[in-house]
């Protein structure tokens, strides 16, 4: 079975920061790899995914991930976060097998001005 | 053009009492998908359907019951609410059923049972 966790609850960054959220996956096999934010009172949003191929992804609004397969993880980053960047973020795990994508619990941002 | 919409935004009802929430979606996506966020954000699947048929129906009360007219529409009736279900509820489509094909969500429905 795949699993997901996101260690941190809540983050706190300044207006400008680098801003980096973790998550690591459990999984045999590749896995399919998401990231998605979720702005208050909205529905989620994906920023980015992981296949196969290159391990440092791009995704909208400036993010990036890199897929590191020695720690089963998938780090979400942004150089420089910006006010409008504050919301929830969602790794969530697909495989091949499965109809149902996993997802975290969730990385509160929140950005300081 | 709003992709997956779901209708209403807000439901304030009282214990007792059926109410539905409506989902479409003009994607073309084959499936389809109900989400239940708690209060800790945390999100977990309730029910998936593919092309009209129900593929997933995880653990969740039978007074929850989805309805798939057609492969754009997914709807969730719910029976005799509980103060356990006010929740937001969120209504998602991807193009199939594969584990590598994203998720497109609704902006949710927030129900509130009193």
């Known amino acids: 079975a795949q699993s997901v966790t996101q260690p941190d609850i809540h983050i706190t960054v300044s207006e400008g920061a680098s801003l980096e959220l973790r998550c690591n996956y459990s999984?045999?096999?590749?896995?399919?790899l998401f990231w998605y934010v979720q702005s208050p009172g909205q529905g989620l949003q994906l920023l980015l995914k992981?296949?196969?191929?290159?391990?440092l992804v791009q995704g909208i609004k400036g993010f990036e991930a890199e897929f590191k397969r020695s720690q089963s993880s998938f780090n979400l980053r942004k150089p420089s976060v910006h006010w409008s960047d504050a919301a929830e973020y969602f790794c969530?795990?697909?495989?091949?097998?499965?109809?149902?994508?996993?997802f975290g619990r969730g990385t509160s941002l929140i950005v300081h001005p | 053009d709003t992709a997956v919409s779901q209708t209403p935004k807000y439901l304030v009802t009282q214990m007792g009492n059926d109410k539905s929430i409506k989902c479409e979606q003009n994607?073309?996506?084959?499936?389809m998908y109900w989400y239940k966020q708690d209060s800790k954000k945390f999100l977990k699947i309730m029910f998936s359907?593919?092309?009209?048929?129900?593929?997933i129906n995880e653990t969740v009360p039978n007074r929850f019951s989805p309805k798939s007219p057609d492969k754009a529409h997914l709807n969730l009736h719910i029976n005799s609410l509980e103060l356990g279900d006010s929740a937001v509820y969120f209504c998602?489509?991807?193009?199939?059923?594969?584990?590598?094909?994203?998720?497109?969500f609704g902006n949710g429905t927030r129900l509130t049972v009193t």
């Open positions: 359907y593919n092309n009209k048929e129900l593929i």
């Open positions: 969530a795990v697909g495989s091949g097998g499965s109809y149902i994508p996993t």
């Open positions: 998602a489509s991807s193009q199939s059923t594969g584990g590598n094909s994203p998720l497109h």
């Open positions: 994607l073309g996506h084959d499936t």
């Open positions: 999984y045999g096999a590749t896995p399919y």
């Open positions: 992981y296949f196969s191929g290159d391990t």
